[in-house]
């Protein structure tokens, strides 16, 4: 028989929002609308679909293993060196080859419970102790951090903006906090959504303007350009820590179609600016209701809103009672947060169609979270 590794034996395998087709397979609903994954609900770039269509006659050659013209066509618009940039299948498939080229087993990473998911799967499935730390008000407590090092923390992982609480944090902390950590210990910066806190918060401590000798920083082409299902994304970081990932990276990784769809999203403005739009409009319509409701939720500097839910038993009930009426959220206690719902914006229709069943359940919920207070205080009479 062969023996599973302990480490993978226990491990949870990833759960992402659940399908629209599983959905649909389990339950006989008119409607079905997934706002669970942060997803771009306009769809992919226009441009990035044009050319997938100008490329696919190519689709039987090997790609060319350092992406070269993507590359190349990132370093131009950020005003980078083409040495300093990777690209991998999305910042999850890259979290995976950073744990692996900087970090010795007896090593740690240190993160905050509350946190993106992806680094606590990569870090246990290579067998790599995860610290975690607890946020502060929902925020990540940079300040936290000097004082959790241990002699074994070698990558110290943030995501700014947070997933699922959407915070961020700001200049002046991240600066405070490069300088108090052993230039030993690398820096992973997540930005799988500074284009949506950029245009919310024009100050925002964009890692790419960065260039610490202990930094790294992921971006992502799922969410802002649309192109999740292709799995597409970067790192920016030191040359010298850059040419080590070309050896641990997949050699045909990201695939060719990828490849040609984020050269053109990079360029395509008319959507980016669509997207942003899109986004604040259905935040918006959110916010507004969700206050009208009382549903207490975080601010956010994403695409996604994290509504506080009063106990994990509310949160489940809540999350599967929108699933009985076709709405698809993200309960996120796998992040470490069991009373967090979150929820991504989406297009007009989709977010008409959320507020409604959201008002539905939580109405429901209420009421009779009001009607079991009032009668356990009838019998305490
Ligand atoms: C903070 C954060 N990083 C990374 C990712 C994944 O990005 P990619 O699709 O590029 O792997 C997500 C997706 O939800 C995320 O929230």
Redesign the pocket.
Known sequence: MIEIPKRIKNLIPYKAGKPISELAGEKKLGKIVRLA??ENPLGPSPKAMQAIRENISWAHLYTDPASAELVEAIAEKYGKKSDQIICGH????LLADIIIAFTEESDEVLCFNGS?I?IYVNARKLGRKLSLLELKDYELDLSAIPENISPQTRIIYL?NPN?PTGSIFSRSQFEILMSRIPQEILVIL?E??AEYALSYCPDFPTGLNYDYENLIVAR?F?KFHGL?GL?I?FVFGPERLVKELYKVRLPFEPNFLAQKAAIAALDDNEFMARTLAANKESLDLMISRFNELGIRLLPTYANFLLLVMPSEEFARTFYEECLNNGLILRHVKPFGMPNGIRISSGSKDETLFALKIIEEVYQNMTNSLCEETVIQSEDNI
């Open positions: 994954s942060n999305g910042i999850d498939a993106f992806g995501a997933n997540d799988a959504y992502s799922s999740a799995r994304g």
